[in-house]
C-alpha cells in the first residue's frame, strides 16, 4: 500500500501530495495474467475476437467515442490457434506487452481496477526521495532492462521483479526495488497510465521506459512518454514494450 502523503514529483523534485492511501501492483501485469483474462472474458463476451483479432467496446469517454479498439497484438508470446488464445509457458512470468491503452483498460474494468494516474506512479516510484531511478541514482545492467543492458533474455522482456538481487545462472542483479516495494518500475514494459497528454487529446501517458529502444535515459521517474501530439499514432497502438500495472483506492474512490 502507498501512504497517503508528500512526494518528490517531475525533473526538479517539486514537493507534492496524494491525500489519500492506494495500492499499486507490485509487478507489471503478466502474460499469464493477461492470458487469463482474455480467455475468461471473451466467453463473457466482454472483448471480442473477429477476423483474429481481439476488440474491446470501449464505452466512450469525453474525448473518445464509444467504439471497438484492438486490446493486443498476437505475437510469439501470447498467439491464436484455431481460435483459441494460447501462451508460450516460457514467457508466462514476463510482463504483457503489445497491450494497447484500450486492452489495459479493459483489463482494469473486468477485475475492478484502473490504470495508475501519473501522480499516484510517480510516488509509487520514488517516494519522497530525490532519486533518478526508482532505486537510486545509479544504473547498469544489473538493475533493469533496457536497450542493449545485456540481460540473459536480450532482446526481449524479463520475468517480472527478476531485478531483486538474484544471481540466474551467472548472471548477478541488484535489488532494483522502488520506494514502496514495487519492480520493474524502470525498464521491462512501459506502462500506461490513465492520464492522457493533455486535457484536450485522447492520447495517453506512459512511464517507465522499456526494453525496446529505450537507454537509461527514458528510465528515469520524470520521463513521461511522447506518443502525444504532435506524434499522433493510432489511439489503439499496440507496441512492442507496452505493458501496464493496475491500481486500487483503498477507499474505493
Known sequence: MVSSGPYKKGLNFDTETIPYNYWIGK????NQ????FLRTALIKGFIQLKNGILYYPYPGDSLVNAALFKVRQFDDKIYLRHDSIILDSKFSGHPATGVSWFGAKAFCNFY????????????AARGNSSFWFPWGNAIDGSLANYFNSNDPFEPGTT?????NGSTYDKFQ???????????????????????????????????????AYHTPA????????SFGPPIAPDLD?????????????????
Not at 520475468?159 to 531485478?163: D, H, L
Not at 542483479?173 to 514494459?189: E, I, P, R, W
Not at 527514458?218 to 512518454?225: D, G
Request: charged share 20%.
Open 112 to 123: 475492478g481496477f484502473r490504470l495508475p494516474q501519473e501522480t499516484e506512479w510517480e510516488k
Open 237 to 253: 497502438m499496440c507496441h512492442i514494450s507496452d505493458g501496464f500495472r493496475v491500481v486500487k483506492r483503498c477507499d474505493n474512490g
Open 218 to 225: 527514458f528510465l528515469q521517474v520524470y520521463y513521461v512518454s
Open 159 to 163: 520475468p517480472v521483479g527478476y531485478y
Open 27 to 30: 509487478y507489471e501485469i503478466t
Open 33 to 36: 495474467q493477461f492470458v487469463d
Open 173 to 211: 542483479t541488484s535489488n532494483a526495488v522502488s520506494a514502496y516495494g514495487c519492480y520493474d518500475m524502470a525498464g521491462n514494459a512501459w506502462e500506461w497510465l490513465e492520464d492522457r497528454w493533455t486535457k484536450t487529446t485522447p492520447y495517453n501517458k506512459g512511464k517507465g521506459g522499456g526494453f
